[in-house]
């Protein structure tokens, strides 16, 4: 019997150790790795360019559903701090059978600043200046996954007027198609 493929997803704060983890489990597993800043940098030279991250994530999200689909599995180095972005991905890996793991990457404050910082000045193009204040707005918008998500809990309802998670992940990524259970994932 063939396993199930994977879809990792790396979520934490930016200089906690993600995309390094990220970089080990592709290694060890032989899989794609998707990292948003390694996009953003050589494509806009900027982490939000007018919006064109969440463009760039939707994307990213599109292909490890076809990486997906096609068998293979697929890590996710994005960050995702908030649950609602976390349950939509996740649902994006179990509508193709997908088993989700969620690795939650985590450092003393004081260290994980000084990782970014010093990731900035030795290799600035798989990164972006941050300044304390950045730092402060990223440390005060990151909601820890909970011990239900961690848990891989039953996946609540889609919020507010969305329904499903696949419509409130094509508005949170605009790039990402509104695909569901039977669809190819293409766009329309």
């Known amino acids: 019997m063939t396993e199930s493929p ?9 200089g906690a150790g993600k995309t390094t983890l990220a970089r080990r489990i592709a290694e060890d597993e032989g899989i794609l790795r998707l ?3 390694e996009w953003m940098a050589p494509l806009f030279r900027h982490s939000d360019a007018n919006g064109r991250r969440d463009i760039l994530e939707g994307r990213l999200i599109w ?6 689909r096609s068998g293979a599995s697929v890590i996710l180095d994005f960050g995702c701090w908030s649950p609602d972005e976390r349950y939509a991905i996740r649902m994006v890996a179990e509508s193709v059978g997908a088993r989700f793991d969620l690795r939650w990457v985590t450092l003393d404050e004081a260290e994980r600043r000084e990782r970014a910082t010093t990731r900035w000045r030795t290799a ?3 990164t972006f200046p941050m300044t304390d204040d950045d730092h402060d707005q990223f440390l005060a918008l990151c909601v820890p996954p909970s011990p239900a998500e961690l ?5 609540p309802a889609a919020p507010g007027d969305f329904e499903s998670w696949f419509a409130w992940a094509s508005d949170r990524w ?4 509104r695909f569901d259970r039977t669809s190819s994932g293409g766009d329309h």
Do not use: K
């Not at 292909?63 to 997906?68: I, S, Y």
């Not at 605009?174 to 198609?177: I, M, V």
């Open 6 to 14: 994977v879809l990792y997803l790396t979520v934490g704060l930016p």
């Open 124 to 126: 600035p193009e798989t």
């Open 63 to 68: 292909v490890a559903h076809e990486v997906l």
């Open 151 to 155: 848990s891989y809990a039953a996946v």
């Open 35 to 37: 990292t948003p800043d």
């Open 174 to 177: 605009p790039s990402l198609p």
